[in-house]
């Protein structure tokens, strides 16, 4: 174990110069979780530098990472709850106003409609938010709803359902060992711009670069990206193509004697059933589809399998498409055929020090299809349906229409597919209330807007994302600030919010035994003492769950059976982290299946291949549109930080010059992109990091709406590529929206 402090500094601050002191906290902002020294003096944040002692990041650091202090100052973020008035308008009001109008409004939709008119959507931002992240099961489970609405039907369903079907878990997703790997292919994937993603590792970029200096790197992506210009090889390839060049080189694999399943002999089923499976796909059958090179596609198989350790790493390009499913089981597959699966350099499981609610233990088969949704007949998969069902349930009437809304750091209105048409269904609600820290296109419909805490007003530490880290690190942040007197910590508004649901009034409501009672269980399911477990940490909150992950994990004291073992206090007093080392083979403990087989060919997956067969027959659309992100941006949410929305415009129509020169259009003019669900204008950005037949527009922009209050978002508002996204272009077998590969049609503007 590594960890501890540098000299004459610590996380609660030090003397620096003058007043100004340091405080030390890991970044929540994405899956690097980077560790900062904040400056601060007062109230008041000075300078975010990275902490180069941090045992984690060891003093990496992204553009976002520095704007924590201008997120907590921002003058347009809320820190009091809005409820709308008689006249329509959100005004400011007191805690206790908010929670009795939010009380009559959930009641009247309770006792007219009953509890199927009631729904929630949960963004993003959940995972990254110590309350949110670990309070978010006892809101569903309160609520008592039929079912919610994620971002994960357009992020990464299609991973989640083929880890469920594949090793038994829908959250057991392998991660590649970056820093020991010979060989890695990215798919889909551009940690440029967005670190890692279902990869928590600082750096990647470094890591990428170091991995090039002993072996190589290929990027399998339809764009140039940042991330492929550093690589040895960029394969361009047409949106929604990925699982044909994946089978070709399973097709290659077995066809030509490379197959090596080495310490997986024995562990895997259904391996002579992917070898039929991809008969059918040798790379001269896709190439053409795919607008990749057979001898290209051939070359990539070869190299994949001589090397000594290789990992596949496919992300949300292969997850938002036509074929996501496919797309992202394959790669598991090409690494287990060729022994890269659990094992060092290859696609690994995470040991984290604090397991994840997420990731506690299940005994039921994967859910699919037990129930469809009530305007389109959609398939649950996994307790959901596509995001893109939410407008329809709202508008359209009958029995079940939706009535009531909780939204939970989220703002669809931006990042749904067919987003237009929520914008629009939202005022028709008879209630709906958001968690937000911002008024924003989402929120600005809400009837009651609660704000959460700032993240320097509140600890972190990573719930979810060290279950695909690369090591077994922890890291715990205490508040830098404290919140005003009355605010209470999302871990209570959540509480609140799923009593509302289930229709347990506000007066009167036992916060602390509901949450012991909860607490109590997650005590039971890690195998601790309830009774022990709350003798040591009677405090309600979740820093009481922080500590029993830590004593119920792989090292950690188990309330004292294990004299020595680690606590959530011992991590308080190492602010730079610890360290337990790299991530371990862990097959025999990861797969839940009965038998304990890896199920290399799931018939629910297998069953698709004949979908993606007609593919290859299908004429290609003249031009289709993909997605992206920069560094700068985070979906929606970082849009009003001056600093990271400043310089050059960044929402732009990037076009291949020959594509420029069929539409009409050059360099800086302002063009309109057409799909069969809308229109939008954006200016044109010319250049060869596009390969013909695909145009690219960032995600998470759109920032004109009428009602929002966030200044800098308006004075940048972008486009909304989600205008142009078909409600029902998804993924057949998962449900996951298919924003990347839109038939679209470019004119002059």
Same mark, same amino acid.
């Given at each position: 174990?590594?960890?501890?402090?540098?000299?004459?500094?610590?996380?609660?601050?030090? =003397?620096?110069?003058?007043?100004?002191?340091?405080?030390?906290?890991?970044?929540?902002?994405?899956?690097? +979780?980077?560790?900062?020294? @904040?400056?601060?003096?007062?109230?008041?944040?000075?300078?975010?530098?990275?902490? #180069?002692?941090?045992?984690?990041?060891?003093?990496?650091?992204?553009?976002?990472?520095?704007?924590?202090?201008?997120?907590?100052?921002?003058?347009?973020?809320?820190? &009091?709850?809005?409820?709308?008035?008689?006249?329509?308008?959100?005004?400011?009001?007191?805690?206790? /106003?908010?929670?009795?109008?939010?009380?009559?409004?959930?009641?009247?939709?309770?006792?007219?409609?009953?509890?199927?008119?009631?729904?929630?959507?949960?963004?993003?931002?959940?995972?990254?938010?110590?309350?949110?992240?670990?309070?978010?099961?006892?809101?569903?489970?309160? &609520?008592?709803?039929?079912?919610?609405?994620?971002?994960?039907?357009?992020?990464?369903?299609?991973?989640?359902?083929?880890?469920?079907?594949?090793?038994?878990?829908?959250?057991?997703?392998?991660?590649?060992?970056?820093?020991?790997?010979?060989?890695? @292919?990215?798919?889909?994937?551009?940690?440029?711009?967005?670190?890692?993603?279902?990869?928590?590792?600082?750096?990647?970029?470094?890591?990428?670069?170091?991995?090039?200096?002993?072996?190589?790197?290929?990027?399998?992506?339809?764009?140039?990206?940042?991330?492929?210009?550093?690589?040895?090889?960029?394969?361009?390839?047409?949106?929604?193509?990925?699982?044909?060049?994946?089978?070709?080189?399973?097709? @290659?694999?077995?066809?030509?004697?490379?197959?090596?399943?080495?310490?997986?002999?024995?562990?895997?089923?259904?391996?002579?059933?992917?070898?039929?499976?991809?008969?059918?796909?040798?790379?001269?059958?896709?190439?053409?589809?795919?607008?990749?090179?057979?001898?290209?596609?051939?070359?990539?198989?070869?190299?994949?399998?001589?090397?000594?350790?290789?990992?596949?790493?496919?992300?949300?390009?292969?997850?938002?498409?036509?074929?996501?499913?496919?797309?992202?089981?394959?790669?598991?597959?090409?690494?287990?055929?060729?022994?890269?699966?659990?094992?060092?350099?290859?696609?690994?499981?995470?040991?984290?020090?604090?397991?994840?609610?997420?990731?506690?233990?299940?005994?039921?088969?994967?859910?699919?299809?037990?129930?469809?949704?009530?305007?389109?007949?959609?398939?649950?998969?996994?307790?959901?349906?596509?995001?893109?069902?939410?407008?329809?349930?709202?508008?359209?009437?009958?029995?079940?229409?939706?009535?009531?809304?909780?939204?939970?750091?989220?703002?669809?209105?931006?990042?749904?597919?067919?987003?237009?048409?929520?914008?629009?269904?939202?005022?028709?609600?008879?209630?709906?209330?958001?968690?937000?820290?911002?008024?924003?296109?989402?929120?600005?419909?809400?009837?009651?807007?609660?704000?959460?805490?700032?993240?320097?007003?509140?600890?972190?530490?990573?719930?979810?994302?060290?279950?695909?880290?690369?090591?077994?690190?922890?890291?715990?942040?205490?508040?830098?600030?404290?919140?005003?007197?009355?605010?209470?910590?999302?871990?209570?508004?959540?509480?609140?919010?799923?009593?509302?649901?289930?229709?347990?009034?506000?007066?009167?409501?036992?916060?602390?035994?509901?949450?012991?009672?909860?607490?109590?269980?997650?005590?039971?399911?890690?195998?601790?003492?309830?009774?022990?477990?709350?003798?040591?940490?009677?405090?309600?909150?979740?820093?009481?769950?922080?500590?029993?992950?830590?004593?119920?994990?792989?090292?950690?004291?188990?309330?004292?059976?294990?004299?020595?073992?680690?606590?959530?206090?011992?991590?308080?007093?190492?602010?730079?982290?610890?360290?337990?080392?790299?991530?371990?083979?862990?097959?025999? /403990?990861?797969?839940?299946?009965?038998?304990?087989?890896?199920?290399?060919?799931?018939?629910?997956?297998?069953?698709?291949?004949?979908?993606?067969?007609?593919?290859?027959?299908?004429?290609?659309?003249?031009?289709?549109?993909?997605?992206? #992100?920069?560094?700068? =941006?985070?979906?929606?949410? +970082?849009?009003?930080?001056?600093?990271?929305?400043?310089?050059?415009?960044?929402?732009?129509?990037?076009?291949?010059?020959?594509?420029?020169?069929?539409?009409?259009?050059?360099?800086?003019?302002?063009?309109?992109?057409?799909?069969?669900?809308?229109?939008?204008?954006?200016?044109?950005?010319?250049?060869?990091?596009?390969?013909?037949?695909?145009?690219?527009?960032?995600?998470?922009?759109?920032?004109?709406?009428?009602?929002?209050?966030?200044?800098?978002?308006?004075?940048?508002?972008?486009?909304?590529?989600?205008?142009?996204?078909?409600?029902?272009?998804?993924?057949?077998?998962?449900?996951?929206?298919?924003?990347?590969?839109?038939?679209?049609?470019?004119?002059?503007?």
């Amino acid at each position: 174990m590594t960890g501890g402090r540098r000299p004459g500094r610590g996380s609660e601050g030090g =003397s620096l110069t003058g007043d100004r002191r340091v405080h030390v906290r890991t970044c929540p902002l994405c899956e690097a +979780m980077c560790g900062l020294e @904040v400056h601060f003096t007062g109230d008041e944040v000075k300078l975010i530098r990275p902490n #180069r002692s941090d045992v984690w990041s060891k003093g990496y650091i992204c553009p976002k990472g520095t704007t924590l202090g201008h997120l907590h100052h921002d003058p347009d973020r809320l820190r &009091a709850p809005l409820v709308r008035n008689s006249a329509g308008e959100l005004v400011p009001a007191s805690w206790d /106003e908010a929670w009795a109008r939010s009380e009559e409004l959930m009641a009247a939709v309770r006792d007219r409609h009953g509890i199927e008119a009631v729904t929630a959507y949960i963004g993003n931002p959940a995972a990254h938010n110590y309350s949110i992240s670990r309070y978010v099961g006892l809101f569903m489970g309160l &609520a008592g709803l039929p079912m919610i609405y994620s971002a994960g039907t357009i992020d990464q369903w299609p991973k989640n359902l083929t880890c469920w079907l594949m090793y038994g878990h829908q959250w057991r997703i392998p991660a590649p060992d970056i820093e020991r790997t010979d060989f890695m @292919v990215v798919q889909g994937a551009n940690p440029h711009a967005s670190q890692g993603s279902l990869l928590a590792h600082a750096d990647v970029m470094g890591a990428l670069d170091r991995v090039r200096g002993r072996g190589e790197v290929v990027v399998i992506d339809p764009r140039r990206t940042g991330t492929a210009a550093r690589a040895d090889q960029w394969l361009p390839i047409r949106p929604g193509t990925d699982a044909l060049l994946q089978l070709a080189v399973v097709n @290659v694999l077995f066809a030509e004697g490379l197959v090596r399943l080495g310490h997986l002999a024995g562990r895997l089923k259904g391996v002579d059933e992917v070898r039929r499976a991809a008969a059918d796909f040798p790379p001269e059958r896709v190439a053409a589809a795919c607008g990749a090179d057979p001898e290209a596609i051939r070359s990539l198989a070869r190299r994949f399998a001589a090397a000594d350790r290789a990992v596949w790493y496919a992300r949300i390009g292969t997850c938002n498409q036509e074929f996501g499913t496919l797309a992202s089981w394959l790669p598991d597959v090409i690494c287990a055929l060729t022994g890269n699966l659990d094992r060092p350099g290859g696609l690994m499981w995470a040991k984290p020090v604090a397991w994840s609610i997420a990731l506690r233990p299940r005994d039921e088969p994967v859910q699919i299809g037990r129930w469809t949704s009530r305007v389109r007949g959609a398939p649950e998969v996994m307790g959901q349906v596509p995001l893109s069902c939410l407008a329809e349930e709202i508008d359209t009437p009958g029995s079940g229409q939706i009535k009531a809304l909780v939204v939970i750091c989220g703002n669809p209105v931006i990042s749904a597919p067919d987003s237009g048409r929520l914008d629009a269904a939202l005022p028709l609600l008879d209630c709906m209330i958001s968690l937000d820290n911002a008024l924003n296109e989402t929120s600005r419909h809400a009837d009651v807007v609660l704000p959460g805490l700032s993240a320097l007003e509140q600890p972190h530490y990573d719930e979810l994302l060290w279950s695909w880290a690369t090591r077994s690190a922890a890291k715990w942040s205490p508040p830098l600030f404290e919140p005003p007197d009355g605010r209470p910590e999302e871990w209570e508004i959540l509480l609140r919010l799923g009593a509302l649901c289930a229709g347990i009034g506000q007066d009167g409501l036992d916060v602390a035994g509901i949450d012991n009672g909860y607490f109590s269980a997650l005590a039971q399911m890690g195998g601790a003492d309830p009774a022990a477990a709350l003798a040591a940490s009677p405090e309600p909150g979740p820093e009481r769950i922080n500590d029993l992950a830590v004593r119920t994990g792989p090292w950690g004291d188990r309330y004292g059976e294990n004299p020595g073992g680690l606590t959530l206090e011992q991590i308080k007093q190492a602010p730079d982290g610890i360290d337990m080392g790299p991530m371990v083979p862990r097959i025999d /403990e990861i797969v839940a299946h009965p038998d304990g087989m890896v199920d290399l060919a799931p018939g629910y997956i297998t069953a698709d291949l004949d979908r993606l067969a007609r593919l290859i027959d299908r004429p290609a659309e003249p031009l289709v549109l993909t997605s992206r #992100r920069h560094l700068r =941006s985070n979906n929606s949410w +970082m849009h009003n930080v001056g600093v990271l929305v400043s310089g050059r415009e960044r929402c732009t129509l990037l076009i291949h010059p020959d594509d420029a020169a069929a539409a009409g259009v050059a360099d800086g003019d302002l063009a309109v992109v057409s799909s069969v669900n809308g229109r939008i204008e954006a200016p044109v950005e010319v250049s060869d990091e596009m390969m013909p037949g695909v145009v690219s527009l960032p995600h998470g922009w759109g920032h004109d709406k009428p009602g929002t209050r966030q200044s800098v978002a308006r004075e940048h508002p972008g486009v909304n590529n989600n205008l142009l996204a078909p409600p029902d272009f998804v993924d057949a077998p998962s449900g996951n929206a298919a924003v990347n590969g839109i038939p679209v049609e470019v004119t002059p503007a």
